[in-house]
């Protein structure tokens, strides 16, 4: 027994030398986060699930976690102390460090929880703690809420809302529960409570009239109804004796009545205050008929009319409890909205980034024409300025979509200083009116969205695909507010599926997105009809949003590409009913053939709609045959239905689901190929065919009619609406198209994201020729291919979440360098690719702690070198195989290396 345990020990030790192990420092563990959020304040889950990131050391490979310790206490204090109150899970040997559950004592409603793991590393040596995460507990039952909804009887602008209270002394802790039907503000004795803009984030609120009537009548039925509230420490904001609290309330989507939209009802605010004593005694101040109200200086407010400040109409210290009370009046109690209240989270908007100017120039009005560097989101801030009383400050945003108008009336009382607060405009340009010798200092633009942070870095020798990448970027960011995503920050601001499904791969290639999906996933699955399964072009709806097919395919898109992206096997979850339910909306739609047709009928006429059935959008050439783009869905949301059966194990799911997969592929080939002209269609059809697989009897054919389609029939320019467009440039690079793809995104003329960038534009536009919105994010769709082809790195559905991904570059002529990187759930991931003329001479490889890598080389085993040595395993290197087409095979583990081809 002693000399198998000796031969054990001394075999391990010889494989962590070969692995560079035997002197190196532990790991580091990083990045906690629960419900892959950063200490969110308010959890409804009762076993949240904690994640964390290990760093190895620098030059470390085939590092790994062996083990792991999680402790949550319910104090910093006890934490520290190491009184592990909640939970100790004790050493569990696990690689394991994403998505674990809580485990321990069952928690209550508004509980705090502080927790830190420790890990061990692959030669079982422990790491240091990690830094100290949190989160809180909301309330988690129906009748913890003391609060009752409370509104104002004025007709229009913000209502200001107020409620004096008194406390005892020794407060341990306060926190504030609060949420809004339309955009709140809270503040506590004066002070403006937390960082959030433009919450609660956008949900499907509580029923409305008349959504069976209209251009786009729907049957009304929703799976569900929601409202999130929100949790604020404000401890340091209290004292003993006498406190105030007051909030600003304006319309939001709440009530707004914009032909895209539909009112959801009179906007209304809920608050409850939840004081504890050091003795644990605790004190409430709920919402209720005692509050007061009065108008605010905001006399309008709108998400599509903007907003107007009148300071003269400000009432000194209104949120402080020295305020003088004569003039207010009793709150009216609101009709609650019937939507469940539900944890918020999710990211919040906020001002994300601030802008200085980079031109000011007078007019010949007398005016301020303000130039920034880019297009963003949000609103400008004007700062001390004065003005006589009465007198206005305009500001004028230049877009060219209405944005609605902001107007600031003087009080003249001095310097002043005004943002708005309840809606945002989209602007790179303003010009300002009624300001006296505006000055750079006195004005700074505030780019305002869902606090979604780009998690990834591309760059290439190239400039134009950088930059084609980064105004995509920026026109994402431009329409996140609410955590969801519209098609356009300006004229419609709504939440389209489809829009939202052709980029949500492309989000996850460049943000870190996975709690933003997690809730707009959720409102897809609550806007979802449940007797015949429809999900709608929008979600949460709105009665402006047309669409098709492609749209309601969001249901099945988007989980699947998140559980490859995150590995998180809950998405699925949550969302196989939802999906399985979309397919059999879509089966309703088959024709004789097998194909589908959908002619889904406007609810209030009985006659087929358009606007429901839409096949692909703004193609620059010519509009490809909607039933061709319909029953590829079918396809995809049967065989995304079917991946996700069998990533659950669900065996007769998969079959039932594949086997409707096959069949319409089969429909499909049949009916839309003709052999003639050895063709499909041009605008996109023979790009869906490939991707979805041809017949490889025909797939040459195929494949030389595409080129001959983009590169003769259409100058080498792209020839797709958004919908193909998601699958064109790495539909072409698979299917031996390389340097067609690159012809396409190169090009600087009309049709192509060049062309945008020549005429001026910083953000992505609606239509390949500058019509309509130019902003909108849904072109980007196709961009997956810099990430997943030119640097080559792709996720795979057998190592979710990275924990096994792949990297397989192809180079480009003309293309002298690729960099790409991601913070993955592992870890830091990243591709750097240098060729020269077409062929690869280097790649490196980052492999992060947690996962493993397939790294393809084209080239035989003899000609590649790694870190300046003869190719062979052992150092971080596993394995070593021939591929296809002369190529190299090398698995790896944690890790950089850098490959070298001669």
Partial sequence: MNRTITIRRAMTAAFMLCAGLATQAQLNVTSLTVEHMENPSTVDATHPRLSWVNEAPDGARGQQQTAYRIVVASSEDKLAAGEYDLWDSGRIES?????????????????????????WDARKKPSAWSAVGRWGMGLLSPSDWKARWISSDQPSGAPLFRKAFKLGANIRQAKAYVTGGGYFELYINGQRVGEDYLVPNFTNYTTRKDLDKGGLALDAKFTAYRVLYLAYDITKMLKGGANAAGAMLGDGFYRSTTHWVRSFGVPCFLCQIEVTYDDGSKQIIPTDETWLTKPSPITMTGVYDGEIYDARQETPQWAEAACDESGWKPVTMAEAPVGKLTAHTSPTDRICEVLQPVKITKNAEGNYEVEFEKEISGWVRLKDIKGEAGKKAKVKYICESPVGIEEYIYKGTGSESYAPRFTWYVFSKVVVSGVDNLAAKQIQAEAVNTDVRIN???HTSNTLLNTINRIWQRSQLDNMHGCIASDCPHRERSPYTGDGQIAAAMVMLNFDAAAFYQKWVRDMRDAQNPVDGYVPNGAPWQPGCGGGVAWGAAMNVIPWEYYVQYGDEGMLRDNFVPMKEQVRHMLQWLTPEGTMFQHKLNEETKQPCYWFNLGDWVPPYGQPNDEIVHTFYLWLCSENTALAAKAL????????????AERTKEAFHKKFYNAEVKSYGDFGPNVLALWMGVPEERKADVVATLRKEIMQDHDGHINTGFVSTKFFFETLSDNGLHDVAMTAILKEDFPSYGNWIQRGATTTWEQWNGNDSRNHPMFGG?????SRHLAGVNATADGAGYRHFEVRPIPSVGLDSVYYSILSPQGRVASRVLSKDGKMKQLEVTVPVGSQATVFLPAEASAVKENGRKL?????????????NATTKVNVSQGTYRFTIE
Avoid: M
């Fill in 782 to 786: 196709g961009l997956t291919w810099f």
């Fill in 95 to 119: 690689e394991r460090s994403t998505l674990i559950p809580y485990n321990g004592k069952g928690l209550h409603s508004g509980e705090d929880c502080y927790w830190k793991v420790q890990t």
């Fill in 649 to 660: 194990g669900e065996t007769t799911d998969y079959e039932t689901y594949h086997a409707i």
């Fill in 872 to 884: 062979k395993a052992g150092k971080g290197i596993i394995g070593i195989s021939d591929g296809d």
């Fill in 456 to 458: 990834s870095e591309f």
